[in-house]
């Protein structure tokens, strides 16, 4: 369930025909609002973020704070090291750090390994 649907879900559970009561215990309600409010697969929502520059971008982010935070998302989803891996942390970088980068980087970064993307940024 998306942010601000709180009301829509209480609405739902006051209609229902056991109301409120249809919950036998705090645990059956901590349940269901878990199921309707939390993500059901953390790596695939993670997965969306890292295909949506304006959520994982740096943008106003020192190096540091970006490379740790894609790093967290990187291991959430379980992403493969990869040229795709490499190419998402690149386009996710500040512009004039990635003109640097490739002013700098030219034949020295292996595609297929991050950690050489993390070295040279």
Request: charged share 20%.
């Amino acid at each position: 369930m998306k942010a601000g649907q709180a009301p829509t879900y209480a609405l739902h559970v006051l209609q229902h025909p056991g109301g409120v009561e249809s919950f036998t215990d705090w645990a059956t309600f901590g349940k269901d609002f878990h199921k309707e409010f939390f993500p059901i697969d953390l790596a695939k929502s993670t997965a969306l973020v890292l295909h949506n520059r304006e959520q994982y971008g740096q943008g106003k982010q020192m190096l540091d704070e970006y490379i740790d935070f894609f790093w967290v998302l990187v291991k959430q989803v379980a992403y493969p090291d990869g040229l795709q891996l490499c190419l998402t942390f690149w386009d996710g970088l500040h512009s004039t750090l990635m003109e640097h980068i490739d002013s700098l980087a030219e034949g020295c970064l292996d595609n297929e390994q991050i950690a050489s993307w993390y070295k040279v940024a």
